[in-house]
């Protein structure tokens, strides 16, 4: 008797992630109202030295922190139980990393990745967002949007949902760093990003 039936009601019944589109619906809107409109606009006061234990000449702009913003507050009213760790927060509140001990659901935000290329006009530079659950990774987004790239991967959809751009993969694990910690990324989703990687090593992002 074929077991695929019992294993999808069983992936099912362990899924936790909010539904991706409406995540990715949201980014998009992030990106369309917060981000391009201010990409290469920049005033000399949007621009704020942030010294960081991984850059001590890093810069902050009032994007990072109104995309951190906006994020926080709509995926708050999306799942009210999960906490969030932004990079900006981070930076404001060391003791915020003290969540990722949780057994709990929590948002990862790096608002915009490569501040310093943005701040610069630079189009290398993306919006970054993952949803993990005790330790464990279950999806990751990213948008590019100076690029108009954008890719989302979720734990438990098929391989086939998963194709994208691979150099969008190599980007996974700075989202971790630049909050100031180690990788969560969850076995499947580590397996999947080194496929990737590997398909996309001679490409630069």
Do not use: Y
Request: with cysteine; charged share 25%; net charge negative.
């Amino acid at each position: 008797m074929s077991t695929a039936g019992p294993l999808k009601k069983l992936r099912e019944m362990q899924r936790t992630t909010p539904d991706v589109d409406t995540v990715t619906a949201l980014i998009d809107d992030v990106v369309q109202t917060l981000v391009l409109p201010k990409f290469s606009r920049l005033l000399l006061g949007d621009i704020e030295s942030k010294s960081t234990p991984l850059d001590p000449d890093d810069v902050v702009t009032i994007v990072d922190r109104q995309v951190e913003e906006r994020l926080s507050s709509a995926l708050t009213a999306l799942a009210p139980s999960a906490a969030i760790i932004g990079e900006e927060a981070v930076h404001s509140r060391p003791e915020l990393l003290r969540l990722l001990a949780s057994n709990g659901p929590l948002w990862i935000i790096d608002p915009i990745d490569g501040t310093k290329n943005f701040a610069a006009g630079d189009d290398g530079f993306g919006v970054m967002l993952a949803w993990v659950v005790g330790g464990r990774t279950e999806a990751a987004w990213i948008a590019l949007p100076a690029r108009v790239e954008a890719e989302a991967a979720e734990e438990f959809l098929s391989a086939e949902r998963h194709q994208s751009d691979p150099t969008l993969w190599r980007l996974l694990p700075r989202l971790a760093r630049s909050v100031g910690f180690g990788p969560v990324w969850s076995p499947p989703c580590t397996a999947r990003m080194e496929q990737l990687s590997t398909a996309a090593r001679d490409q630069s992002i």
